[in-house]
């Protein structure tokens, strides 16, 4: 089992920026692929990002492409989505997942989840 702890979340105005994080307690995050997805209000839960360290890959959904980036910093057990130019519909909980076999956007394959942090965009 693998708990996943996520911080960051909070209010923003149109245009900011917001770091997410996500640890996994009591795993190395490089066994790990991770990925963040979100939940709008009214909306069905959807991917964002996910990155591998063993593949040194990453994938980003295409309303997020050049504006969102997933990372992990060198001296922290822990992944980071940094998020620039904030848009109001990126107002979503967020939720972090990881899998210790699969790599993708595939909300199901993911075995682990975090609880959510909620990102809400608006002036």
């Known amino acids: 089992q693998v708990e996943l702890v996520e911080r960051g979340g909070g209010l923003v105005q149109p245009g900011g920026s917001l770091t997410l994080s996500c640890a996994p307690d009591?795993?190395?995050?490089?066994?790990?692929?991770m990925a963040w997805f979100r939940q709008g209000p009214g909306k069905e839960r959807e991917f964002v990002a996910a990155?591998?360290?063993?593949?040194?890959?990453?994938l980003y959904a295409d309303s997020v492409k050049g504006r969102f980036f997933i990372s992990k910093p060198y001296d922290r057990n822990s992944m980071i989505l940094q998020m620039v130019n904030l848009l109001r519909e990126d107002t979503a909980m967020y939720y972090c997942?990881?899998?210790?076999?699969?790599?993708?956007?595939?909300?199901?394959?993911?075995?682990?989840w975090g609880r959510g942090t909620q990102v809400t965009v608006s002036s």
């Open positions: 997942a990881a899998s210790l076999d699969y790599y993708g956007e595939v909300m199901s394959r993911y075995e682990f």
């Open positions: 009591g795993r190395d995050l490089k066994d790990l692929a």
């Open positions: 990155i591998s360290w063993m593949r040194d890959s990453t």
